[in-house]
């Protein structure tokens, strides 16, 4: 009689647990609505080259949305200085304002970004100290995990600096599997001698991702081997020469804080050891609406640039690797079929049945498909 007894106790108490745990009960936190139409400000009061401001708003983003980025037109922007001095930026289209030339910076004043936006609103940047950027001591390289880490050297012999922000520009040669002289025309069904070469191409790419250093810890102001790029093995980057020009950014502490709080929201949300994203705060406010959220920091200083290439016969025998680039004969009766459908012609010659033309797939014969054939004017 007690074991019965326990056995429907054990039961109920098992089958209160499963309707408890399925029993859930849906929780809607408070959130605000959806906040967009934030001014964003990207640039920096540059001392060593012409200064540009990118200036947009910020939009709600849905799954599929293909529209163009909201940028800010029509506005007046002016550089600033602490003595009364007053530099006005050029509209040259899509949101972007520049000055004609490098312009004439005083290092004991500080500077600050001012916009009148069309609807005469007004967003005045903190004013801020002019920071000049130390040499660039070595832009290097060196094997890691079979690719290629980009680095970069740097000090201050004042110790003054302690606080860097880098960007870059790669731009690399690479060629086709085959160099072709023959070009199909659907017009007309035909395959003619080719008035361009498709052979050697060049491809660009700009840095994404925040680049920070600092040495303000250590008892020189010395940056040693900072990361700047990784190239994976047997990347195209490195099949023939590689260039990176390198642009460094002195930063005050506010500037650095501002970057490494961007970076923690954009680059190292992931898992619960990441920073948590906040709220950065820049240094640009809305002076006709003290309550409006602008996005930016702007700081001031004179920037250097340094150009740094690879050459492929610098790198391990292996690294070149071809994809699936065969080759196919083509007869004259066919070439529509082929060179209709994925081929392009290589070569000619002929056989008791006529021309016949030595192909490949034509992403494998024309490097335009994934470049330019224009030689950069910097290129070696």
């Known amino acids: 009689m007690i074991k019965k007894y326990l056995s429907r106790k054990i ?120 920071k000049p950027s130390p040499e660039i001591d070595k832009i290097g390289w060196k094997l890691k995990d079979g690719g290629v880490q980009v680095f970069i050297n740097t000090h201050d012999q004042n110790d003054a600096t302690k606080y860097y922000r880098w960007e870059y520009k790669e731009t690399w040669e690479f060629h086709s599997s085959y160099n072709s002289g023959l070009i199909y025309v659907p017009a007309n069904n035909t395959v003619v001698t080719r008035t361009e070469q498709v052979f050697q191409c060049w491809r660009s790419n700009y840095s994404s991702s925040i680049l920070l250093g600092s040495s303000a810890k250590l008892s020189h102001d010395v940056i040693e081997q900072a990361p700047l790029v990784y190239i994976e093995e047997h990347s195209q980057k490195l099949s023939v020469l590689y260039s990176i020009l390198v642009k460094q950014y002195a930063l005050d502490i506010n500037a650095y804080n501002y970057w490494e709080a961007m970076r923690n929201n954009t680059e190292k949300v992931g898992s619960i050891f990441d920073p948590q994203p906040n709220q950065t705060v820049g240094n640009i406010h809305c002076t006709t609406d003290a309550s409006e959220i602008v996005v930016g920091y702007i700081g001031a200083g004179g920037t250097l640039e340094k150009r740094f290439y690879i050459k492929n016969s610098e790198l391990p025998a292996n690294w070149n690797s071809y994809g699936m680039c065969e080759t196919k004969d083509v007869t004259q009766d066919s070439i529509a079929i082929y060179f209709n459908g994925g081929y392009a012609p290589i070569s000619q010659s002929m056989d008791p049945s006529g021309i016949v033309y030595n192909s490949s797939y034509v992403e494998c014969v024309d490097c335009t498909l994934q470049g330019t054939n224009i030689k950069p004017d910097f290129w070696p």
Do not use: W
Request: proline share 5%; aromatic share 10%.
């Open 11 to 130: 039961i109920l108490f098992g089958f209160c647990v499963l309707v408890l745990a399925n029993c859930k009960i849906p929780y809607d936190p408070p959130v605000k609505s959806n906040q967009t139409n934030f001014l964003v400000v990207e640039g920096f009061i540059d001392g060593g080259a012409p200064t540009v401001m990118k200036i947009s708003r910020t939009r709600i983003v849905s799954a599929g949305d293909t529209a163009k980025k909201n940028n800010e037109l029509f506005a007046s922007v002016f550089v600033e200085d602490d003595q009364g001095n007053s530099f006005r930026l050029q509209e040259t289209g899509n949101g972007i304002y520049t000055s004609v030339n490098t312009l004439n910076l005083i290092p004991a004043n500080k500077y600050h970004l001012r916009i009148v936006t069309a609807n005469s609103k007004e967003y005045v940047s903190d004013a801020v100290p002019f």
